[in-house]
């Protein structure tokens, strides 16, 4: 079993700046990649961004783009989500994801922690 436990998020007023923190942890640990997603209210889960564990290869949602920097630490088995330039309509519960199993999709979900860009 893998456990996620996402940290750092909160209220921000727009052009501010915030870093979500990811921590992995279980009997053994593997991940293929991480990734973020997020969920607006009224609005289906999107996918934000990823990060190949091995490789540090990295993709992004064009909204995104060019302002959220994902990154990790494979001896902290953590991955980060560094966020600038918000915007009100990035507000949403951000969540981390992970892929351990062979195959298409993420196998482990965190709880999500709370994203609020103020106008």
């Known amino acids: 079993q893998v456990q996620l436990v996402e940290s750092g998020g909160g209220l921000v007023q727009a052009g501010g700046s915030l870093r979500l923190s990811c921590a992995a942890s279980?009997?053994?640990?593997?991940?293929?990649?991480m990734g973020w997603f997020r969920q607006a209210p009224g609005k289906e889960r999107e996918f934000v961004a990823a990060?190949?564990?091995?490789?540090?290869?990295?993709s992004y949602a064009d909204s995104v783009k060019g302002r959220f920097t994902i990154s990790r630490d494979n001896a902290r088995n953590t991955v980060y989500l560094q966020m600038n330039s918000l915007k009100p309509e990035d507000t949403a519960v951000y969540y981390c994801?992970?892929?351990?199993?062979?195959?298409?999709?993420?196998?482990?979900w965190g709880q999500g922690t709370q994203v609020t860009v103020s106008a």
């Open positions: 279980g009997r053994t640990f593997s991940s293929r990649a």
């Open positions: 990060i190949s564990w091995s490789s540090g290869s990295t």
């Open positions: 994801a992970a892929v351990v199993k062979p195959g298409p999709g993420y196998d482990y």
